[in-house]
């Protein structure tokens, strides 16, 4: 089955402790991101990767961090983390299509994080 | 850059009613469209998109949306809503550029059903 998955689904944590939130494709997709959704200002794009080793920050990238190391993998580092990162995460993969632009998006589950 | 308005955050409409969400957006060339809905606690789920061609797009669960260039406009309709279409509504507009994997979302209209 074609899918996004992501881990862990929800997470509390308290200030400055380091975290990592997995991301992972099974489309062979090139183009993969992530995005955090908050009330009234619904998804805004955090970083965003277009293949390996090729990473680029979207329009919310301050305190993230992210790296493509395999096609499949794009996870989303918090390397101190501080409760306005408190969020609703997604991460996305798509696939650029041959005649241009871009396919669907598919979106992972979602990961709901709480710093304390 | 792109961006996308929806101007209505809540509607609230009776079941078997119709229903209509706006969603309106500024890009300079042909955009790539798209609205999704998000039950509550859970991720998102594409509803149907437009790239290019018929202007009237069939999506899943009974939902269309008619894209107006002249409007700037991506409105979502369902002739017939029923309890469990009670969401949230994304609408979201990509890219044919160098960011062609972003996409611009609307901040999302939240649609109660009512009895």
């Known amino acids: 089955e074609a899918q996004v998955t992501q881990n862990p689904r929800y997470l509390i944590t308290v200030t400055g402790k380091k975290l990592t939130v997995t991301c992972s494709q099974n489309?062979?997709?090139?183009?993969m991101s992530w995005y955090r959704q908050d009330p009234g200002l619904g998804l805004r794009q955090i970083y965003y990767?277009?293949?390996?080793?090729?990473?680029d920050k979207g329009d919310v990238p301050e305190g993230y961090k992210v790296s493509r190391k395999e096609k499949r993998n794009f996870p989303l580092i918090l390397e101190s983390p501080s409760p306005n990162q408190t969020s609703l995460y997604f991460c996305?993969?798509?696939?650029?299509?041959?005649?241009?632009?871009?396919?669907?998006?598919?979106f992972g589950p979602g990961t709901r994080l709480t710093v304390l | 850059a792109q961006s996308v308005t929806q101007p209505d955050i809540h509607i609230t409409v009776s079941e078997g009613a119709s229903l209509e969400l706006r969603c309106n957006y500024s890009?300079?060339?042909?955009?790539?469209l798209f609205w999704y809905v998000q039950s509550p606690g859970q991720g998102l789920q594409l509803l149907l998109k437009?790239?290019?061609?018929?202007?009237l797009v069939q999506g899943i669960k009974g939902f269309e949306a008619e894209f107006k260039r002249s409007q700037s406009s991506f409105n979502l309709r369902k002739p017939s809503v029923h309890w469990s279409d009670a969401a949230e509504y994304f609408c979201?507009?990509?890219?044919?550029?160098?960011?062609?994997?972003?996409?611009?979302f609307g901040a999302g209209t939240q649609v109660v059903v009512t009895p």
């Open positions: 996305a993969s798509t696939l650029h299509l041959l005649a241009g632009g871009p396919s669907e998006q598919f």
């Open positions: 489309m062979n997709h090139e183009y």
């Open positions: 990767s277009m293949n390996v080793e090729v990473t």
């Open positions: 890009y300079g060339a042909t955009p790539y």
């Open positions: 437009y790239f290019s061609g018929d202007t």
């Open positions: 979201a507009v990509g890219a044919d550029s160098d960011s062609w994997g972003k996409l611009q």
